[in-house]
């Protein structure tokens, strides 16, 4: 099946900083999806991204679709303790396109943040 | 508007017995798809459901079926459970047409 590499597998921080990770696969995507789960919840989408290059902000999160549309990458600015979860990168395949359900997920970057 | 319901949300069985869990979309919602989560394997696609029919299937063995109503509810059947078929089984619906999937909190599998 199809990877996406995320990293990094997890981040501590400190409240107040900055946070970055990213996706990268070895196939095209048509979709970049960014998803947040915490304990005991499924995954709640954050940011989609249709369009290679496509730029999208959510708040104090940024997300960016590759250009070769093999990778993307989400940014947390000036994180909260009610960031922490673990985050999700997840793309759809073009051939797919109209079987909208099957998505390929990376393994997850869990994020703690000390207060 | 009411979100993704799964049911039940936690359950245990024992090796070699069946189990059934049920999903019930956003309202409005056709496509319904599965998803197996482990801390081994992360998140895998089951199948996904749209009108009453399976569009598309994972690699998972036959002992994992499933089914949607015409109300487009869904329900997931793992038979002959085996150790390894603990996990979150996570639900998720989308509208037609849009490429954006909402999951529901999940039922967390316990075999022993």
């Known amino acids: 099946g199809q990877q996406l590499n995320q990293s990094p597998q997890s981040m501590f921080i400190q409240e107040g900083e900055d946070v970055s990770m990213n996706c990268t696969s070895s196939s095209i995507f048509n979709t970049w999806l960014w998803y947040k789960q915490e304990p005991g919840e499924g995954p709640v989408l954050l940011i989609a991204?249709?369009?290679?290059?496509e730029l999208t902000s959510n708040g104090r999160l940024t997300a960016q679709f590759g250009i070769t549309r093999k990778d993307s990458f989400l940014n947390i600015s000036a994180s909260i303790p009610s960031d922490v979860g673990i985050y999700f990168c997840a793309g759809q395949l073009p051939k797919e396109g109209s079987t909208l359900g099957r998505l390929y997920f990376g393994r997850g970057t869990q994020l703690t943040v000390w207060p | 508007k009411a979100g993704v319901t799964q049911t039940p949300r936690y359950l245990i069985k024992t090796r070699g017995q069946q189990v059934t869990l049920s999903c019930s979309p956003i309202s409005g919602h056709r496509s319904v798809s599965w998803y197996q989560q482990t801390p081994g394997q992360g998140l895998q696609f089951l199948f996904e459901y749209f009108s009453e029919t399976q569009r598309n299937k994972g690699n998972f063995p036959g002992r994992f079926s499933g089914r949607q109503f015409s109300n487009s509810r869904s329900e997931m059947n793992v038979s002959t459970l085996e150790l390894g078929d603990s996990a979150l089984y996570l639900c998720a619906s989308s509208l037609p047409g849009a490429n954006v999937l909402t999951f529901g909190a999940g039922s967390r599998l316990t075999v022993l």
């Open positions: 991204l249709y369009k290679a290059g």
